[in-house]
């Protein structure tokens, strides 16, 4: 079981530690069953590996080049560096406002790899595609071009996290079925090309509107292995709660 939350655009930098020590301190002294990760901005993460002891950190992103003149951009090394083992990739804000696709994503998780992090590969659908009976499709092909391509051993070390785009940040959660129908889907998928063992050891994350209201009953599902939180997880009361939900 993990729990990973995505600050997203969010906290400045005292903000952010504050957060992160308040998070980590309390799981210190309450050890948690689901291993708990938080992800904040990229400029924050040396300074958060700092107050974090049993919380993991990861970045939400990272560069499709390894080094150079790339004006703005972070590679996998650097985030290597601070102390991250987590990269958040494809997350769809990613995909709809900054053009990712699964090709370049592909790119991006074989730069993760070989520093050594694990790639958290974020795949959904639309509403749209939703309401015209393609999400299973939609995610099939996500997950085909994003990670079809790896080695066995590349793939053990992947997280996926199915976040439904028009659960994320709406207040509208995906409801448990459907969650479990598209896990179990992802599982099956991921099974056909790699295998028994890789499917039963993967972790699928659901995301989109996530809250201590709603987690448990998420969770409860066979094949939902933990969360992805956004809004929740700018909140260290609300994160605690999703987390020990399980
Ligand atoms: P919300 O929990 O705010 O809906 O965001 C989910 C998400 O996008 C996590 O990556």
Known sequence: MIVAGNWKMNKN??????????????????????EVIIAPPYIHLADVARSLSIVKLSSQNSASETSGAYTGEISASMIKSTGAEYVILGHSERRSYFGE??????????L?????????????????????????????????????????????????????????????????????????????LIRSKF???????????????????NAREIFENPDVDGGLIG????????????????
């Open 195 to 213: 295998g028994e063992t890789a499917a039963d050891d993967l972790s699928i994350l659901y995301g989109g509107s996530c809250k201590p209201s």
């Open 101 to 110: 696709d699964d090709d370049l994503l592909f790119r991006k998780i074989k």
């Open 112 to 188: 993760v790899l070989e520093q050594e992090m694990k790639p958290i590969f974020c795949c959904g659908e639309v509403l749209k595609e939703r309401e015209s009976d393609m999400h299973f499709e939609v995610v099939k092909n996500q997950v085909e071009t994003a990670l079809f391509g790896l080695s066995p051993e590349e793939f053990s070390e992947i997280v996926i996290a199915y976040e439904p785009v028009w659960a994320i940040g709406t207040g509208v959660t995906a409801t448990p079925a459907q969650a479990q129908e598209m896990h179990a889907f992802i599982r099956d």
């Open 231 to 246: 809004g929740a997880a700018l909140h260290a009361e609300d994160f605690i709660k999703i987390v020990q939900s399980f």
């Open 13 to 34: 930098l005292q903000e952010g530690i504050e957060l992160a020590k308040e998070v980590n301190d309390f799981f210190k002294e309450n050890p948690a069953e689901a």
